[in-house]
């Protein structure tokens, strides 16, 4: 299922979603509210959390952000290499796209995702995945090393295949 393509109320639904006081600065009324938000997601066990604002509301939005990142890192789909056709939301996130979007539009790790699937799909290999694409290797390397947290997907796939580390 794509569960980056599910509306925020779609993907909450999925999640069971727990408060509590955070430790830290913030004075009384952070000691006195539960403004903290972990959210577990049902479907593939992942979770995310956000205690940085005293609003339980923002936390929550941060929470769901941090979820979708999250999912989009940890969960991989099949791609068939042959006949390849690059989806509209990886096309989005690429260089020299007209409307281009980054790592702060709320699409970016829909694309992230799909560039993550094809990635693993190509034995992890830039130059391959590139092909792909359409692109040079510099160009897919500075879209990868542009996100820390993709970059850090990245490498974590590649360190478990015995290849070296992109910086």
Request: hydrophobic share 35%; proline share 5%.
């Amino acid at each position: 299922m794509d569960y980056l393509a599910l509306s925020d109320d779609e993907l909450l639904r999925q999640c069971s979603v727990d408060t509590f006081r955070a430790s830290g600065p913030g004075g009384q009324k952070r000691n006195k509210t539960d403004s903290a938000v972990r959210l577990r997601h049902h479907p593939t066990g992942l979770q995310s959390q956000a205690f940085e604002s005293r609003s339980q509301h923002e936390n929550r939005e941060l929470a769901l952000r941090r979820l979708r990142a999250t999912i989009a890192i940890e969960v991989r789909r099949p791609v068939v290499r042959e006949g390849y056709t690059t989806p509209p939301e990886l096309q989005r996130i690429l260089p020299h796209q007209r409307n281009q979007i980054g790592a702060r539009h709320p699409e970016f790790w829909r694309g992230a995702q799909a560039l993550l699937d094809l990635f693993a799909a190509c034995g992890h290999s830039v130059s391959e995945t590139a092909v792909h694409l359409g692109l040079s290797t510099g160009q897919l390397s500075r879209l990868i090393t542009g996100e820390p947290e993709l970059l850090r997907a990245v490498n974590a796939l590649r360190a478990r295949h015995g290849l070296r580390e992109l910086r």
